[in-house]
């Protein structure tokens, strides 16, 4: 963002001096000037290129509404004008509202920048700006083909700078997706599903994403540089043999080029992902990560920036949290979420909470970490409920920095419960209540958008669904145990702890899915039951004793590989004492019911073998009968026509 310099009336030496000093990173000294030379000056378009000035000056040191409120009045003075600077400023205004998340009005701005015809140089930077505005909407194919055009005219003008932008916009979609594509494979395999075509397709991107992101780095300097090789370290990191050296110099010349640069909050930022890039990784620089940590505060406290203020602090109590210094660590936080809180923060604010909840809990007091926890959570349904997507980091650091947050919490409300409660009592229906706001939040995250919604008239089904005598049965996979809980008929919560780690209980669940597919043996059996003895047999006494005819299992993790109705006891199968159902939520799950007065079935089969896959030679048959019963219209080896 350059600041405009052709002012042509009085007092032009103070609007220069503000320039001069904005050029050295002044910004707040610029300000001052600008500020007061505005009264002076009456002409509409010099006191446009002051506002402008004021405007880029504001996003700099962090102060946001300042900035959208000052193009406000340039783009009113423009539009009257018909002046061609329009675009540039619509430009600047949208990455303001992109970086806060607000990326459909982002969009709305630049599409009119785009109308206006500008200059090729102008079109490309807008281009560009669209392109990370649909790509933080998780838009990716749309985001590469927009950042395709960028380069195309930025490569067309000769033009370095947008070329490197471009290239850097092109890696981070690429990234983007590669680490979509990767969770995606993680989910589909804990549900026994084919990651291959996934993982395949994460390593290409991670190629390219490494690909272009070198390609910058090579043409360009200052902060592009910095992103470009900022953005390159993780995915070299992730590579089969890091390359420790090579990683260590791209830090190294960061930590050069960052020290050059004038404050702001970018470089408070800059400072703290180095720093914790670099302890993750193991590196040792000569530069301990305290004086950088302090450095980022120090930037922050002058910047005047909240935002770049929490950060700094929060950052700072994680450093002291890691090194065991609680109180140090407790103050800082505590600091973090009074900042955080006062500019409505919650990106920033939830990790603050969950911090503090991990402190309290390492010092003893797990009251006050349970409410800390929820405070985090809070923070977090309002993320996800009013700006989803705002960050594609926070959807793709899901396994890392959300659902920690709810295993955690659903831990310590275990630790002080009674093994059986009446539906009176509050702490399992509190541990099932925190269960369920994950798994919408698991869902959410997979589909990479806000399609998965709750009726808010559906939002308490357990009435609905286990009316009659129906019995729920909900796991909790934990890293040292997994935990049953079972909802009676008549309401009472009985909980059961399984001594069993996490990674030992996958390996038996993914022993049971592999032997339950070679169907010409009964090798599945062993497994089934010991899955069987771990899981159901702790509340058999209590399951015989509610007499439920249907059990509905609400599963977690892997346990959605296998079908419990295959689980053994040595002599029956779950499937022959109960009616076995199963669903990933209560609260997604609808309970209105359907009207079967008109039903009809369109069934489609395929009976003939596609090779890797065996024919299903009972397929047609079944279908058939389907049909039969409720009346439609079968498709069978049939393709189904491309829309």
Known sequence: MAVETQVTSSPVQQVQQGIELYQLGEYQKAIALWKA???????????AIIINNLAKAYYQIGQFSQAISSWNDVITIYRNQQNPALAGVLIDQAQVYTDLGQQRRAISLLEEAKSLNPEPVIRAAALGALGNATESLGDYDQALTIHQESLEIAR???????IATALNNL??????????????AVAAESQGDDPTKLRQAAVADKEAAIKYFQETSQLSDGWLKIKALMNLNPLLIKS??????????????????LAKMPDSWKKVYALVNLTESELKFGADDGVTPLVSLQTALNVANKLGDPRSLSFAL??????????????QAMELTRKAQLTAQEINAYDSLYLW?????????????????????????ASLQKIRDDLLLATQELQFDFRDQVEPIYRQLIGLLLESTPTQQTSETTNLQEVLDTLELLKLAELQNFFGDDCVSVDSSDSNNEGVLTGGNTALVYSIILEDRTEMILRSPDGTLSSYSIPIIKSELEQKINDLRYLLELRVTEQYLLPAQEIYELLIRPMEADLAAAEPDTIIFINDGALRKIPMTALYDGQDFLIQKYAIATTPSLTLTSTKSLDRSNLSVLGLALSVARPPFAPLSNVVTE???????????NLINRPLAKP
Do not use: C
């Open 156 to 162: 067309e003008l000769n033009n370095n700078f947008y």
């Open 314 to 327: 929060g950052s700072l109590g994680h450093f002291y949290e890691q090194s065991g210094d609680y109180n």
């Open 171 to 184: 890696g981070t979609v690429y990234s983007q997706r590669s680490a979509r594509y990767n969770y995606q």
């Open 240 to 257: 089969e043999s890091p390359p420790k050296e090579l990683i260590i110099k791209n830090w190294q010349e960061v930590r050069d080029i």
């Open 353 to 377: 909470e969950w911090q503090a909840g991990r402190i309290l809990k390492a010092t003893g007091d797990k009251k006050g970490a349970i409410s800390s926890y929820y405070g985090a959570i």
């Open 623 to 633: 279908v058939e009968k389907v049909t039969e019963i409720l009346g439609g219209m």
């Open 37 to 47: 030379a505005l009264p002076s000056i009456s002409t509409p378009q010099d006191r």
